[in-house]
């Protein structure tokens, strides 16, 4: 290791607060050494250099990637300056995930919704030079307030009021890596009256106006390079309002291709009590997913021809009795038997006369299930005949290209039904699998979800 890296090692270890004998066996030299560094750069001889705010820690404890597509952290994170103040604001072990799997020491990271900077505090903490944008000064502020810690960084942060649509003082493909994390039309509102504010916006104007930053992402991205998004769902009179998926086409059609579509679950949201008994009462699901989008800029094809694992659903059923009603968006299979759980919640929630339509179409069945295939006409075809104010639940999933794209099938189906006079959609739900911590050295995350999209026949 050359001195001047060591140097810089040593001092964070310090800063980290690893003992002397610690960083002594770490880099096998003596006490005398370690002194000498740290002179070097305090000017004084000290043994504790944390002078400046205290903080508890600057890493997260046993951190490992995450390879699997589903996302699910226990606690939201609190090392260096992270807290849960800033509404909205999003774990921190998102942007260090993304920032470690889609950037490289020295990268320049984008995050033109900086809120109060969480993102700005990875990149310091992981060595990435950072721009951060936001329309709110105060977010601004709080964002430097939370980068005001003591932590050797030799990159550069510049942090700036401005509007995430207009991104024209970046030169075009001069960005390493776009990790941000959009308002959600106006579930949450950020500011009180600023009319730049996109969460002041309904879903419709958002949209349009979500599209106008997606061309500016595309634009000042580099080529091959990755920019990741969380977005989530809306729920209007019982239905869902697919928010996520439209926010998604925009990004398509502003050119980008999906690498990864992660769910990132909420554990925020109640099961029981109030919201549980309403949620059986009323038969609907609380939300408790979000999307985490990893797109890509390339020319490389997301043609669904070509698919790099065909995997088979096994249908088997479980014993109705011991399977818990879900109450959220998430539903969870212990083993292999997510299709068990999918087929008899949705008994239980909807009806047990129900076909798969696959195999049997029963007219008057008042819970049709349809596993995705390649024949969506003829699936349109046959729907319209079903039953008024019947179920119609789709099986589908992300399939892993050979070239390491994803093609969604839920957003291509619900593209297709979008404006379909007979059929509404009423929820997304994720089936996945508990404890499935699959270990995976390869580029792509293991993809360990599928969707059910559940329509209403309205006519
Ligand atoms: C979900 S929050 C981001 C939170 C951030 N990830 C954090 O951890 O603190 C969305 C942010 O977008 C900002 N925002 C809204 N409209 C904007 C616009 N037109 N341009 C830039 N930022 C905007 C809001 O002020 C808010 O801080």
Redesign the pocket.
């Known amino acids: 290791m050359n001195r001047v890296l060591l140097e810089k090692n040593v001092l964070n270890d310090k800063i980290n607060g690893l003992s002397d004998k610690e960083i002594g066996e770490k880099y096998s030299i003596n006490l005398k050494k370690i002194e000498q560094i740290i002179t070097k750069e305090k000017g004084v001889n000290v043994s504790n250099i944390n002078t400046s705010k205290k903080l508890r820690k600057l890493a997260p404890k046993d951190f490992s990637l995450e390879s699997n597509t589903v996302w699910s952290f226990k606690s939201r994170g609190n090392w260096a300056t992270h807290n849960g103040n ?1 509404r ?3 774990s921190p072990y998102i942007p260090r995930n993304i920032i470690l799997r889609y950037s490289q020491e020295n990268d320049l990271v984008l ?9 700005a505090v990875e990149c310091k903490l992981l060595n990435r030079n950072f721009i951060g ?4 000064e105060k ?1 601004i502020e709080l ?1 430097k307030d939370n980068l005001n810690f003591e932590y050797l960084f030799g990159g550069s942060v510049e942090l700036k009021v ?4 207009n991104l024209s003082f970046l030169k075009d493909c001069s960005i390493d890596l776009i990790c ?5 039309s106006n579930i ?1 509102n ?2 009180y009256d600023n009319e ?4 002041h916006l309904d879903t419709e104007n958002f949209l349009n ?1 979500i599209k106008k930053v997606a061309e500016e992402s595309f634009r000042v991205l580099k080529d091959e390079k990755y920019c990741a998004i969380l977005i989530g769902d809306m729920r209007k009179n019982k239905n869902v309002v697919p928010l996520g998926f439209w926010t998604i086409e925009k990004y398509l059609q502003a050119g980008f291709k999906i690498k990864e579509m992660i769910i990132k679950r909420q554990h925020n949201c109640k099961t029981t009590g109030f919201w549980y008994n309403n949620s059986i009462k009323y038969n609907f699901l609380l939300l408790a997913h979000e999307y985490l989008v990893v797109f890509q800029k390339t020319n490389k094809n997301d043609y669904f021809d070509e698919i790099a694992d065909e995997q088979d659903f096994t249908i088997s059923f479980a014993d109705a009795d011991d399977i818990y009603l879900e109450t959220t968006t998430v539903w969870i299979a212990n083993t292999l038997d997510y299709f068990d759980i999918a087929i008899n919640n949705l008994a239980q929630r909807y009806s047990v006369n129900f076909c798969i339509i696959n195999s049997v179409f029963n007219k008057s069945a008042d819970l049709i299930i349809y596993l995705f295939d390649s024949k969506i006409d003829e699936f349109i075809y046959k729907i319209q005949s079903a039953k008024r104010n019947s179920i119609v639940a789709i099986l589908c999933e992300d399939k892993r290209l050979i070239n390491g794209l994803v093609h969604s099938e839920p957003l291509f189906i619900e593209k297709k039904l979008r404006d379909n006079e007979f059929l509404k959609i009423k929820e997304i739900v994720i089936l996945t699998l508990e404890n499935n911590n699959q270990i995976n050295s390869s580029e792509n995350l293991n993809i360990n979800h599928k969707y059910l999209l559940i329509y209403q026949k309205v006519k």
């Open positions: 800033y909205g604001n999003w995050d033109y919704f900086c809120g109060s900077g969480t993102t944008i936001d329309i709110n977010a964002a401005a509007d995430a649509r941000s994390h959009p308002p959600y949450i950020y500011t730049l504010d996109l969460s106006e």
